[in-house]
């Protein structure tokens, strides 16, 4: 029988590093966060409320990321300092779309608290950057835990359907673009299940989540597409064709729009369900 060990966690801390080798780990390899293709912008900047924002990066679409990193646990300091910065951001550059990011070794409840109070109105996303050991070598590995951008996983047995009236009632926009989207859905995947939740709609193609509606302010829903990669090139130039404004984050495409414009521009969103 193989003698297989595993690695262990070990504090960054423990092996004489700090919060500052972070941030160069970070800044040299822009990728490890898994967040696409970012550029850095500045490190250490200096903010209007007198503090310093650890990373400013942006995305090949031009969206910026306000990025704290953090050594140890998060607190609520740090969770306040990552949303003030980018407000501040936000408020210097208001047409340019803003995401808060959060890197720690360990990333608590309290962290998913604030996200539930603030994910409609800010973009936020928590990573946990941890070392591991292997007899003289280090690992550093990033893992996403939480993202605003994409609906958390449920497990079956806590999804509450709260049905179509309910959406009627509350969200009737959202409602209606669910109602149009359905029978695409139905005729284009055979194998679809489409759970009904508080603010929309989720997608399983397969057993794997598709396609997410949501509802958004101003009378408007997102629907996100969960695309392979070898599709996004084909979909995109879709949505350029017919002018429809779009973003890409994490394998998703999210559109943002409300009935009339679905109606209007129903075949491009049928030609991208028959590719998921």
């Known amino acids: 029988m193989l003698d297989i060990k595993a690695p262990s966690l070990v504090s960054i801390r423990d092996v004489n590093l700090d919060e500052y080798w972070l941030q160069d780990y970070i800044c040299q390899n822009p990728s490890c966060l898994g967040l696409g ?4 912008v500045s490190k250490e900047k200096k903010q209007s409320s007198g503090g310093r924002l650890d990373i400013l990066m942006k995305g090949s679409d031009d969206e910026l990321y306000e990025i704290e990193v953090m050594l140890g646990e998060t607190d609520e300091t740090h969770i306040i300092r990552t949303i003030e910065y980018w407000d501040i951001e936000k408020k210097k550059r208001p047409k340019r ?20 109070l603030l994910s409609h109105s800010v973009p936020i996303v928590g990573i946990q950057a941890n070392l591991y050991k292997h007899s003289d070598e280090l690992s550093l590995i990033f893992t996403k835990i939480i993202d605003s951008f994409e609906e958390p996983e ?23 673009v669910i109602e149009i989207l359905t029978p695409e859905i139905i005729t284009t995947c055979k194998d679809n299940r489409i759970n009904l939740r508080k603010n929309g709609a989720t997608v399983f193609i397969r057993g794997a989540k598709k396609i997410t509606v949501a509802r958004r302010g101003n009378k408007q829903s997102s629907v996100q597409y969960q695309i392979s990669e070898e599709d996004r090139t084909s979909a995109e130039e879709l949505l350029e064709t017919h002018a429809i404004s779009y973003d890409y984050k994490n394998g998703y495409i999210r559109i943002w729009l409300n009935p009339k414009s679905l109606r ?13």
């Open 154 to 176: 449920i497990d079956e047995e806590g999804v509450i359907s709260h049905g179509i009236e309910y959406l009627r009632e509350k969200s009737p926009e959202t409602a209606e």
């Open 97 to 116: 779309q803003h995401t808060a990011v959060l890197v720690a070794e360990r990333i608590n409840s309290r962290f998913y608290n604030v996200l539930n």
């Open 264 to 276: 209007e521009n129903l075949d491009v969103h049928r030609q991208i369900i028959s590719k998921l």
């Open 37 to 40: 293709d970012l550029e850095l």
